[in-house]
C-alpha cells in the first residue's frame, strides 16, 4: 500500500479569491499484479497492500509459487509403496521400484514375475506378490524345473 500525492486546487474568496495548491497524499492500493508473475501455474490476485499467488501447480508452493514441495518427506502414507525408493523431483517425485518385486509410478503393482516363463520343461508358474512358485512335472524339480 501507498501514499500517492494527490494535487488539489483551492479557490478561496477570503483571500482575494486567489487559487491556492494544496497537496495532499491519500490512500491508494497498487495493484502489484501488474508487475509480479507468479511461476508454475500460479494466478495473481491483488490484495490489499499485497498480493498472492494462488492455484500453483501440484508439487509447488511459496508466494510466487517456486518453492518445490518435497513430497517424499511429507508426514502420512509413503509416496513410493512397497519400500520404493522416492526421489524428490522438482514439482514432483520418482519412485526406484528395483528389486521390491512391484512396478508402476508408485510402486503399486504387483509385478507378474510368471510373465517370463521362468518355469522349464512343462511346469506351472504361479504369481505371488514378489515371487512365483513353479510346479514341476514328475520328471524334475527345482525352482524352475531345471533339473530332471
Same mark, same amino acid.
Given at each position: 500500500?501507498?501514499?500517492?500525492?494527490?494535487?488539489?486546487?483551492?479557490?478561496?474568496?477570503?483571500?482575494?479569491?486567489?487559487?491556492?495548491? $494544496?497537496?495532499? #497524499?491519500?490512500?491508494?492500493?497498487?495493484?502489484?499484479?501488474?508487475?509480479?508473475?507468479?511461476?508454475?501455474?500460479?494466478?495473481?490476485?491483488?490484495?490489499?497492500?499485497?498480493?498472492?499467488?494462488?492455484?500453483? $501447480?501440484?508439487?509447488?508452493?511459496?508466494?510466487?509459487?517456486?518453492?518445490?514441495?518435497?513430497?517424499?518427506? $511429507?508426514?502420512?502414507?509413503?509416496?513410493?509403496?512397497?519400500?520404493?525408493?522416492?526421489?524428490?523431483?522438482?514439482?514432483?517425485?520418482?519412485?526406484?521400484?528395483?528389486?521390491?518385486?512391484?512396478?508402476?509410478?508408485?510402486?503399486?503393482?504387483?509385478?507378474?514375475?510368471?510373465?517370463?516363463?521362468?518355469? $522349464?520343461?512343462?511346469?506351472?508358474?504361479?504369481?505371488?506378490?514378489?515371487?512365483?512358485?513353479?510346479?514341476?512335472?514328475?520328471? #524334475?524339480?527345482?525352482?524352475?524345473?531345471?533339473?530332471?
Amino acid at each position: 500500500m501507498a501514499w500517492q500525492p494527490l494535487l488539489v486546487n483551492v479557490w478561496s474568496e477570503e483571500r482575494g479569491g486567489g487559487v491556492k495548491s $494544496l497537496i495532499l #497524499f491519500a490512500h491508494k492500493d497498487v495493484d502489484e499484479c501488474q508487475t509480479i508473475t507468479c511461476a508454475n501455474g500460479g494466478r495473481c490476485v491483488n490484495t490489499d497492500g499485497s498480493f498472492e499467488c494462488k492455484d500453483c $501447480l501440484e508439487g509447488w508452493t511459496g508466494q510466487l509459487c517456486n518453492t518445490n514441495i518435497d513430497e517424499c518427506t $511429507l508426514p502420512g502414507n509413503p509416496v513410493c509403496k512397497n519400500g520404493g525408493l522416492c526421489t524428490d523431483t522438482e514439482g514432483g517425485v520418482s519412485c526406484n521400484c528395483t528389486g521390491t518385486g512391484y512396478e508402476g509410478t508408485r510402486c503399486d503393482v504387483d509385478v507378474d514375475e510368471c510373465d517370463g516363463d521362468p518355469c $522349464l520343461h512343462g511346469g506351472l508358474c504361479s504369481n505371488s506378490v514378489g515371487s512365483y512358485a513353479c510346479t514341476c512335472t514328475d520328471a #524334475f524339480y527345482g525352482k524352475n524345473c531345471e533339473i530332471g
